[in-house]
């Protein structure tokens, strides 16, 4: 059964801070791996990783696909209190389902200042 | 920008009825989502859509039914409501199918079923 885990679920740090959020799946011909940050609202995209594309960067904000480990991790560098949000991972397989992208519960930033 | 709109973000309905919950996308996507999210489970799809009335179940479609006529245009039914029904519920769209471009979310749609 595809499936993702990210980790930790929650976490609490200080504005300046760089965190590292973990994403592991297991999914059947993997296709791609999102990123989406969710404030009080709908959830924004942040990273599409395919096999092609596996590290993107956004000022702050980076992330690595490992494709022999089945993971991937988003870093903050100099986190803000404007980072405070649900991170969610987001993986898709060819094949099957052409509606399976499979979410992760999340992980909840929250960023003190 | 891409714009993905729904119809209501708070909505409190009574066990029995009948709710509809509308989802418009002005980017002539080809596809279509619902979701619903609770805490602890996360995102779950109920319902998509890769073209005009055609449509395929989710992970979870029980209890729930879908509509597209127009292409720009997803709704989500509610058949009779039930309390297990309570959550958020949001719509997507994307150029294609999932994981070959991001979704865009709408801001989604709190229901309450009492």
């Known amino acids: 059964e595809d499936k993702v885990v990210q980790s930790p679920l929650s976490l609490v740090v200080h504005e300046g801070d760089t965190v590292t959020l973990n994403c592991s799946y297991e999914?059947?011909?993997?296709?791609?791996l999102l990123w989406y940050k969710q404030e009080k609202k709908a959830p924004t995209f942040l990273f599409m990783l395919?096999?092609?594309?596996i590290e993107k960067k956004s000022g702050r904000l980076s992330s690595i696909l490992d494709k022999k480990e089945l993971s991937s991790i988003l870093n903050i560098t100099a986190t803000q209190t404007g980072d405070s949000a649900i991170y969610l991972c987001?993986?898709?397989?060819?094949?099957?389902?052409?509606?399976?992208?499979?979410f992760g519960k999340g992980t909840k930033l929250s960023v003190k200042p | 920008d891409v714009k993905v709109t729904q119809s209501s973000r708070y909505l409190v309905k009574r066990t029995g009825e009948k709710v509809f919950l509308e989802c418009v996308q002005d980017?002539?996507?080809?596809?279509m989502f619902w979701y619903r999210q609770d805490p602890g489970l996360g995102l779950r799809l109920i319902y998509f859509?890769?073209?005009?009335?055609?449509?395929e179940k989710g992970d979870i479609p029980e209890g729930y039914s879908v509509s597209r006529e127009k292409k720009e245009r997803f709704s989500l039914i509610l058949e009779s409501a039930s309390t297990n029904q309570t959550s958020m519920y949001l719509c997507?769209?994307?150029?294609?199918?999932?994981?070959?471009?991001?979704?865009?979310f709408g801001p989604g749609t709190r229901l309450t079923v009492l």
């Open positions: 997507a769209s994307s150029l294609y199918p999932a994981g070959g471009s991001e979704q865009f």
């Open positions: 999914v059947t011909n993997f296709r791609s």
């Open positions: 395919t096999s092609s594309g």
């Open positions: 987001a993986v898709a397989g060819y094949g099957g389902s052409q509606g399976n992208l499979i």
């Open positions: 980017m002539d996507h080809e596809n």
């Open positions: 859509s890769y073209d005009v009335k055609m449509k």
